[in-house]
């Protein structure tokens, strides 16, 4: 799910006060409090990690923190600052809603 999307969830909104009235679609938007060590872009989810100099250079094996819990990871000799190294299959869970659920 991704900040802002919205999420509609037929008959389980208000009905009217009238007895044979019928409830409502519930409409919900997704809000993702930020994290103090993750930020989401779209389904990938991303971390900054801190290297000494020799660590850049040289390249190095470290453990990261990741959404799913520790893993290990290995760096590649010569990153620069910015870099990134993906990490498959540890990102967001695909969200795939009915074709009749409003999801914009």
Sequence with gaps: MINGQKIKIPMLGHAADVFTSIPGDLLLTVEVRPHDLFSVEKK????????????AILGCKITIATAYGPANITVPAGVCTGSSIVIKHMGMPEFDPPEDQDHS
């Design 44 to 55: 990938n989810i991303k971390s900054k990690v801190e290297l000494s100099l020799a660590e």
